[in-house]
């Protein structure tokens, strides 16, 4: 099973400030199989990356993503209000699917 | 738009099936492309995948889980279920279904229902 480590566990930034979120694997990923989920409180998960650094529809360019191997980033420009919530990165592997443990953006 | 929905008993006994189904609307199941997926949400904790199925009936389990989880599709309905036995108090969680595309990621999911396993 491939592990997914996120870090930080705990983000504090403000509005308009540049978010970096860090995922690092096990062993190596298919970039093509590397997504970025966005949690608010007693909501599903939103899909935000897929494939890596593919924006998923109706998301705003603020979001990227990047990274490859067992290096993966969700960069996040200029934090909007909205944007405060947990993140999660995903694989697929081997007939196998994990999630990391989440980053909580919270506001500073 | 798709749209997911989970149905289910929100209280299960320990040691009895926990089982849940996902209708989807909006969307053929089987059409194909995507593999329709069972995932879970410890109470503050993060995700778990359970396991997904094809239009096909082919299914892929989370190893850890995999003894106890049966997931099954009825394209007729447009639904799919989870069937998890020997459920204990660890299976308390928020369970969800959702869409799983050709990059393995979910892009469409359903709200989510909270089963508690408690006699």
């Known amino acids: 099973e491939i592990v997914l480590t996120q870090s930080p566990g705990t983000l504090s930034l403000s509005p308009g400030e540049r978010a970096t979120l860090s995922c690092r694997a096990s062993q190596s ?80 | 738009q798709v749209q997911l929905q989970e149905s289910g008993p929100g209280l299960v006994k320990p040691s009895q099936t ?25 109470p503050g904790k993060g995700l778990e995948w359970i396991g997904y199925i094809y239009y096909s009936g082919s299914t892929y389990y989370n190893p850890s ?16 279920s989870l069937k998890l036995s020997s459920v204990t108090a660890a299976d308390t969680a928020v369970y969800y279904c959702a869409r799983a595309d050709g990059y393995n990621s979910f892009d469409y999911w359903g709200q989510g229902t909270l089963v508690t396993v408690s006699s």
């Open chain 1, 29 to 108: 990923v298919s970039s093509s199989y590397l997504a970025w989920y966005q949690q608010k409180p007693g909501q599903a998960p939103r899909l935000l990356i897929y494939g890596a650094s593919s924006r998923a529809t109706g998301i705003p360019d603020r979001f990227s993503g990047s990274g490859s191997g067992t290096d993966f980033t969700l960069t996040i420009s200029r934090l909007e209000p909205e944007d405060f919530a947990v993140y999660y990165c995903q694989q697929y592997g081997s007939s196998a699917i994990t999630f990391g443990q989440g980053t909580r953006l919270e506001i500073k």
């Open chain 2, 18 to 42: 926990l089982s849940l189904t996902c209708t989807v609307s909006g969307g053929s199941i089987s059409s194909g492309g995507y593999y329709w997926s069972w995932i879970r949400q410890h």
């Open chain 2, 65 to 80: 889980l995999k003894s106890r989880v049966t997931i099954s599709v009825d394209t007729s309905k447009n639904q799919f």
